[in-house]
Structures are given as structure tokens and as C-alpha cells.
């Protein structure tokens, strides 16, 4: 495309960033600076108060990375792809990065609980919308897909119909089963969608440079020229995603960071209670209890108005208070970060007789779970999940869990199970874990 009369953003964790005119046209969309002010941490600020950081900064980010990625692999597989496809497939994943997040509720995945459950017609079993389902719906019932199919004429009149994008080409690739796609299509799916994805590589970045923290950091540059792409011989012609051999420590530091940001950061005790009091209080002041179905309504809902409607709420409703004032209840237990089934065994004891020694009503349980990553330790290279290794000398593939020590031990899930108890009872609740931990050393 051409570079002429493309605008420059600045951003903070990518310098410049390129945007072209009809990407500009949705970035300046209502339901794309909707985006300004849904945060990406959700309640974090109150834990790493930097975090204020929004889904708009993020989502323009990884446009940027996904364009660098689908750039390195290119480039090493010049002769693969002709100039049309480079140019229609490049446009398609700079549309789903920048737009993959338009369906993000109030502080993003703290209030998805919230979301509506609707039925399509009286023979369909109710479903529980999530926000790619309103990604989906806004992307296809607002100005986006005028705009997207605005993009799309332009690439029929270059290229000719087969190159045509449309709204419904996008969401099928990022969120589609697949099925109503040419297979060469699925393969733009894994830069957004995998454990390789653009869209981790930039939130760690993006969130361990807003939180002042150092976990997220991981080498970006190498990562990125490391990607290529590989056939399995029982495919020809179907691209995937893969890895050079010589990033296999770029991609380790890549999993390694997420790791440490989930333990760290995204999984930290005051952050997740504030999350369970968002979500507690948005049940008791929310219309219904949920948010709206409809696209129009929904997309009226943002930080900002959820913020107001605490305020408005704090003096009846103790949740909504105590995000307002900012007060904590004490954490008075939790689990190892990867707990055995005897410590879980002795967390739901200990959980149980202190709810019947102080009463239930004064303990908020937390249960918070993640998988380090999801590649299988023992796969072929053609799995869905796994991670390729090309050796361009050598001309093998292996799967990244034969080559990396580190991946394949990094599989025990982190699972933290932790108990708050409100301020009157924690003298009380302290004194009756002090006891119980000795008397089960004993």
C-alpha cells in the first residue's frame, strides 16, 4: 500500500506507529475510541497506580507488531507469496489486530461475568455472551464495516473480487471455527491467536511498562525475526507459523515473562480483590444485573460510566464503597503459586473451619488459575497447539517442547487459592489460621 498520506502516531512503547487513511477513519470511530476509556487492567491503577494504560493504545500496538511479524516472515520466504496476497494478507491482520478488542466490557475481563445471556429463537439453547461475541456484532452491525468494506473496494478494484474484505471475513478468521475458510486463510489466525500471538507480545510489554515493573520484558526484536513460516509435508501448500531455530531462547523469555506477569502482576492479591468487588457491585447496580444486549446500548458503557455509577452507589452498597475509598479486606491465607493436592486439601479444611469458627459472611474466597502456556509437552509439529522449530540448515522441524527444557517443564498450572476476611474479624480469623497451622504440623 501506499505510504503517502499515512498518519504517525506516537507511542510510548513502539515509538511511531504507521496508520493509513481508512484505518484512521476506524480508529476515529465512536465504537473505536469507545476504547479510551476501557482499561486494560481493569482495577490494577489501584495496586500499580501507572496502570491506567486503555485497550486503545493496546489495540493500535498490535497492529503495529502484527505488521512487523507478518513482515519478518515475508521476507525469508520471498518467493511464497505474490505481491497481491502479501499486500490483501497484510491489510487482513492489521483490520483484526486493530479491531479485536472492540467488544471488551467496562475494565475489559473484570466484569465479563455481567455480559447478558440471550437465545437466538425459542429452539436455541441460551448462550452467555462473551466480548468476542459483541466484537463480533460490532465489527459487523456498526460504521467498522462500512469502513472495512470501504478498504475492501479498494482492494477489488487493485487486485480483483478474490481479494475483496469484508466485516465477515475478518471475524471468521479471528473468531470463526474455520470451516468457511480456504486453510491458506487459518494461517493469519495463529499471529493473532496462539502462543505466538501479537497480541501477548504487546500487552506484556504494554502492561509491565505502565505497572513500573520489569517481568514483562522480553526480547521483542529477536522474537519477531525469528518467526517464519513451514509446510508439513502431509499439507502442502497450507503455511503455519513457526519459529527459526536460533529464537528458541527469544520464544523461552517470551513464555517466561507471561508467567511472571500473571504471578505478579495479573494475579495479585489486591488486584484480584477488586475485581471480585467490581463484580459484586455491578450485580447489585447494574440494570438486571447485566449489561444491555444490544450493540447501540451496549457500546454506551465504558469506565467512565461505571466509575460514575460506583460513586453514585458507594453509600448503599459496601462493594461500590470500597472501590471508591479504596478499602481492603486483609488476606489472611493463600496457596503456593502451584500448590499439590495436599495443600489444596488443607486450604479447603482450613477455609471451612474458619467459616464455621467466624461465620461465612465475613470470608471472600479467591480462586485465581492459568496455564504458563498451552503447547502440548508431547506432539507432533502438525498439532493446532504446537510451536514449530525450522532448521533452515538442517531442513527439520521439531516442536519447541522437544528442543526447549524450560517450555516443556513449565506446565503445572499456577493456581492460587487465597481467603480474605473483613477488618472486625481479623484478629479473630488470624488467630484461629496461627492455630490450625500448628496444630497440623504437629
Wanted: with cysteine; net charge negative.
Amino acid at each position: 500500500m501506499n505510504k503517502m498520506g499515512n498518519d504517525k502516531f506516537r507511542d510510548p512503547i513502539h515509538e511511531f506507529i504507521e496508520i493509513r487513511p481508512y484505518e484512521k477513519k476506524i480508529i476515529d470511530s465512536q465504537p473505536f475510541q469507545r476504547l479510551r476509556n476501557i482499561k486494560q487492567l481493569a482495577l490494577t491503577n489501584l495496586v500499580y497506580h501507572g496502570a491506567e494504560h486503555t485497550r486503545f493504545g493496546h489495540s493500535i500496538g498490535v497492529m503495529h507488531l502484527v505488521t512487523k511479524a507478518f513482515h519478518s516472515v515475508v521476507e525469508k520466504n520471498q518467493d511464497y507469496f505474490d505481491k497481491p496476497t502479501v499486500d490483501w494478507y497484510e491489510q487482513i491482520l492489521r483490520l483484526i489486530a486493530l479491531t479485536h478488542d472492540l467488544g471488551h466490557a467496562p475494565f475489559s475481563h473484570a466484569s465479563e461475568e455481567l455480559f447478558p445471556i440471550i437465545s437466538a429463537s425459542s429452539d436455541t439453547k441460551p448462550k452467555k455472551l462473551k466480548h468476542e461475541d459483541f466484537t463480533d456484532r460490532i465489527i459487523k452491525e456498526t460504521c467498522i464495516g462500512d469502513y472495512i468494506r470501504e478498504i475492501g473496494n479498494g482492494f477489488v478494484v487493485k487486485y480483483g473480487i478474490e481479494y475483496n474484505i469484508t466485516p465477515e471475513l475478518i471475524c471468521e478468521i479471528y473468531n470463526g471455527d474455520g470451516t468457511e475458510l480456504p486453510p491458506k486463510l487459518l494461517f493469519l489466525r495463529s499471529f493473532m491467536d496462539s502462543e505466538l500471538d501479537c497480541d501477548k507480545m504487546d500487552y506484556l510489554l504494554r502492561d509491565s511498562f505502565y505497572c513500573g515493573v520489569s517481568y514483562g520484558k522480553y526480547d521483542i526484536d529477536r522474537l519477531l525475526k525469528c518467526m517464519t513460516l513451514y509446510e508439513e509435508k502431509e499439507r502442502p501448500g497450507i503455511p503455519r507459523l513457526g519459529i527459526e531455530s536460533g529464537g528458541i531462547q527469544a520464544f523461552e523469555g517470551f513464555i517466561l515473562a507471561r508467567y511472571f506477569m500473571f504471578v505478579q502482576v495479573y494475579f495479585h492479591r489486591t488486584r484480584r480483590y477488586f475485581d471480585i468487588m467490581l463484580a459484586k457491585a455491578l450485580k447489585e447496580i447494574l440494570p438486571n444485573s447485566t449489561y444491555p444486549a444490544d450493540v447501540d446500548e451496549y457500546l454506551d458503557w465504558d469506565d467512565v460510566r461505571v466509575l460514575s455509577l460506583l460513586k453514585q452507589n458507594a453509600t448503599n452498597c459496601e462493594e461500590a464503597e470500597r472501590i471508591i475509598r479504596r478499602k481492603i479486606c486483609p488476606r489472611i491465607y493463600e496457596t503456593k503459586v502451584h500448590p499439590e493436592i495436599a495443600d489444596i486439601r488443607f486450604f479447603n479444611v482450613l477455609k471451612h473451619g474458619l467459616m464455621s469458627e467466624i461465620g461465612q459472611q465475613y470470608i471472600i474466597e479467591d480462586s485465581a488459575d492459568k496455564v504458563p502456556h498451552k503447547i502440548p509437552v508431547k506432539v507432533e509439529v502438525g498439532d493446532e497447539m504446537a510451536i514449530a522449530i525450522v532448521n533452515s540448515t538442517e531442513k527439520s522441524l521439531k516442536s519447541i517442547s522437544e528442543e526447549s527444557y524450560l517450555i516443556n517443564k513449565l506446565t503445572e498450572k499456577i493456581h492460587i487459592e487465597r481467603l480474605y476476611v473483613t477488618e472486625d474479624k481479623v484478629q479473630e480469623a488470624r488467630q484461629y489460621v496461627t492455630k490450625f497451622i500448628e496444630q497440623s504440623e504437629k
